[in-house]
């Protein structure tokens, strides 16, 4: 299969490393709107560079285009592409608003071509353990849960992009861009989110960012509940972390390690396959996995578990988080 790359950045580099590991897939060509960034790319995996996405896609006809670039062009990118019959990989968000939710929602039901999103943190050895230890019925039934993410994002984060920080091209700070991934595990663990109550603050870069660098918000599943809180105003980037309170015991996971802790106090620190990240550690090592799990659909036809449907629950919950905490905490229904 023939691949290629919009957006040359640091998420990008992921993408093309992961690619080059993949028997019977080959990176063609890379784009970007700096063609020095392009032209980088083109150098070091060895394929041809490209200043605009059309461009691209019209010479080199792909199989497959991983869309890498700034959030607010995920969507229209992945339109074009479907339209003319191209599969798309793309990186989360998804979308930054409902109407773009509503624009994904016709443009993967209308055009030949199909769309994975990238939710990686799904495939890290942690979370495929939690499930199997869930499914077991060792802990019982989950009560409730918390996720936690305390990461450090400074002013020159925002103003060397030129995108994020603005909600018109980024669309929220701390949940959309950061935390993200941890709200979608809270949904792979409790299920089908009911609804929200949250609420966000800028604390450490008020009058450079429009976009939240906090948020809270209090998560009702169908049969449990989840505490969830997200800054950017830390001093570190510390593994996020994740617990469940079940019937009979308690999981921890700062990925990559795994607690259990028993009634009677006793912790259990089961082994779990460690696995080495293709980019920063805090994203997780799922990349690599779930970029061949989307391939391996492809070739067989099957459905990839991270196609829309997979992942709307997740996209709703995070729009109705911002939803309640524009209206001052409101509880939204889902």
Known sequence: ??????????????????????????????????????????????????ASLEEMLEKERPDVLHI????????????????????VFCEKPPVISE?????????????PGRAGFCFQNRYNPGVLFIRELLASGRLGKVKGARGIVTWNRGEAYYTQSGWRGRLETEGGGALINQSI??????????????????????????????????????????????????????????PPLIELSCEKGIVRMEDPEVTIIWPDGRREHPETVRKQALGKSYWGSGHLDCIADFYRCLRTGERFAQELDGVRDTVRLMLAAYRSAAKGGNRETL
């Not at 890498?68 to 599969?87: E, F, K, N, S």
């Not at 109407?99 to 055009?111: F, K, P, S, V, Y």
């Open 99 to 111: 109407e773009q939710l509503d624009a994904l929602t016709r443009a993967t039901a209308e055009g």
């Open 1 to 50: 299969m023939k691949a290629v790359i919009v957006g040359c950045g640091n998420i990008g580099a992921v993408h093309a490393e992961s690619i080059r590991r993949l028997e019977g897939v080959s990176l063609c060509a890379a784009a970007d709107i700096r063609p020095e960034r392009a032209a980088s790319y083109a150098e070091k995996y060895g394929c041809r560079a490209y």
């Open 181 to 238: 991934h941890t709200m979608d595990l809270l949904g792979v663990f409790l299920g089908k989110p009911v609804s929200v109550e949250a609420q966000t603050a800028n604390h450490h870069l008020p009058g450079v960012i429009e976009v939240e660098d906090m948020m809270e918000a209090y998560i009702r599943y169908a049969d449990a509940a989840a505490c969830f809180y997200a800054t950017t105003a830390y001093t570190e980037d510390a």
């Open 68 to 87: 890498c670039t700034p959030h607010y062009l995920h969507v229209p990118m992945t339109a074009y592409a479907l339209q003319r019959g191209i599969h």
